[in-house]
């Protein structure tokens, strides 16, 4: 056997249903469209029968027995090995990672990746607007990885589980250390989020393609309400969207012997995946992310290129607070002219559950294809900025091979700034880390939370005791570095904090 092959893209599709489908398609059915789609991408149908691994992109809201099983009969492809990922907003990254070593060393010789989300007709569904006649529904019988849930059990008991609580942590203390006053930093995500929705404004496969102002999206209002302070809804993940992506990756010499334009060709150049402190609130900072920082050095060591060198990203952008990480980490300043997204992000382009970065995936493809010149970066982020994959694409072949690498030292490295486990019942004096403010959905502030350093530096989650119109005020008012007074409370099995001194 020779090698290392040198794997590609070849085949890209992406699907988004339209919204009065009186028949919409389900996941599965999504799936096999924009698969089949992809094998026509290559312009060679014969790829189809060297198909020999295929990944399936863990399902949000419509799972079946076996998704993999069931896709490969309505392709007719028969796989030898086929794999259903366990959930993560990386997972794309990771898998044109691992198909890409499998390829080089001769294991595979054509991979198939997809994966959809219909949370849009499900719901629609759900109102009575139609009826689905979909396969039913039901548990995978098997996940294919370590599936480990992405809070602990004391997140959990402080409501810390949906990514619309969570990911506000992270930015108050982005916020705080970047020294901007709440109505500065509004304003400040708003212009972030204003350049993604402009993409998303003239991409076709785009869920929402009315472009935003930067004042519409710091607008807060009846329409545009907090969800999780300091987040408005129009700057938070729209998971509620019937999108479907599909990329067949193989190598140069198959593409060469099938007859495949090199005009496909599309060259993933570098990648890693790392994850930071498995939970959030033992990490040594909620403003930094060591994974994000070394896989974007490691992937652009592997091309064999500088930052300077990339002309596009899509950097995973499910909340304000998983760009900024991700820039500061890897190093683009905030004046960089170049856009940060290329398909118009989570909020607009649209959030399909896991499988988001294979749009961005198949969309860079796209322009690579277009200008052969052009490097890109993407970045993918599962749970709660905790998993991380980096790839980099390129129209010509550079670097090193895809071969296995150790990078274990590098994981054990992160994994070492681990911080004791949280105080539980806490009590004496606690400064403010971070907070988020949960809203209800007339927009009234209905619970604070906030995570803080007690006085001999452990760490403490509490429930914030105040009033709405305290909550109010701590909205407009910087709460990180505010110290209170904090309580275990036997009744409730949490801690409170209260802050006698609030102006």
Not at 224 to 251: E, F, K
Request: glycine share 8%.
């Amino acid at each position: 056997m020779k090698g290392p092959y040198v794997p590609i893209l070849v085949g890209v599709a992406q699907y988004t249903q339209p919204r009065d489908a009186q028949s919409p398609l389900d996941p599965l059915g999504m799936m096999a469209h924009v698969c089949t789609r992809a094998v026509a991408d290559t312009g060679v149908q014969r790829l189809r029968d060297l198909i020999d691994t295929l990944y399936v992109v863990n399902l949000f809201q419509w799972t079946y027995r076996d998704a993999p099983g069931m896709l490969s009969s309505a392709l007719g492809i028969r796989p030898q090995r086929s794999f259903y990922t366990p959930i993560g907003g990386n997972t794309p990254e990771l898998l044109v990672h691992r198909a890409a070593k499998a390829l080089a060393c001769g294991e595979s010789r054509a991979v198939l990746m997809t994966g959809a989300e219909a949370i849009y007709s499900l719901r629609r569904a759900l109102k009575g607007d139609i009826v689905l006649g979909w396969p039913a529904s039901e548990p995978p019988e098997r996940i294919d990885g370590e599936d480990l849930p992405g809070v602990n059990d004391l997140e959990a008991a402080y409501d810390l589980y949906l990514p619309s609580y969570v990911y506000p942590l992270f930015e108050t203390a982005l916020r705080a250390a970047a020294g901007r006053g709440p109505e500065e930093h509004r304003h400040f995500m708003a212009g972030l989020w204003a350049r993604l929705s402009e993409v998303a404004s003239s991409n076709p496969h785009a869920w929402s393609r009315e472009k935003q102002s930067a004042e519409q999206i710091a607008e807060v209002s009846a329409a545009n309400r907090y969800i999780g302070y300091p987040y408005t809804r129009g700057m938070n993940a729209n998971i509620n969207v019937d999108q479907s992506a599909a990329l067949i990756m193989t190598t140069e010499d198959v593409a060469r012997d099938l007859g495949i334009s090199p005009s496909k060709w599309v060259y993933p150049l570098g990648g890693a995946d790392f994850h930071d402190i498995w939970h959030f609130s033992r990490r040594p900072r909620l403003d930094e992310s060591p994974a994000i920082r070394n896989a974007s050095r490691i992937a652009l060591d592997q091309a064999a290129i500088t930052l300077d060198d990339i002309d596009i990203f899509d950097l995973y952008s499910c909340f304000p607070s998983a760009v900024e990480i991700a820039r500061n980490e890897i190093g683009i300043p905030e004046d960089d002219p170049r856009d940060l997204s290329v398909t118009g992000g989570l909020a607009y382009f649209g959030g399909p559950g896991n499988n988001y970065s294979m749009h961005a995936i198949a969309s860079v493809a796209e322009r690579i294809r277009h200008d052969r010149s052009v490097r890109a970066m993407v970045t993918a982020n599962g749970w709660y900025v905790t998993k991380h994959s980096i790839g980099i694409y390129g129209g010509r072949p550079a670097g090193n091979p895809w071969t296995e690498r150790d990078d274990s030292a590098v994981q054990e490295a992160i994994d070492a700034q681990v911080l004791p486990e949280l105080v539980v019942q806490a009590g004496g004096n606690l400064t403010v880390e971070a907070y988020v403010i949960r809203h209800d959905r007339d927009g009234r502030p209905e619970k604070g939370t906030v995570v803080g350093r007690l006085s001999d530096g452990t760490r403490a989650f509490a429930h914030i005791g105040a009033p709405v119109e305290d909550l109010y005020r701590m909205e407009e008012a910087e709460l990180v570095g505010s110290t209170g007074k904090v309580s275990f409370h036997q009744d409730i099995s949490r801690n409170i904090v209260t802050f006698p001194g609030l102006p």
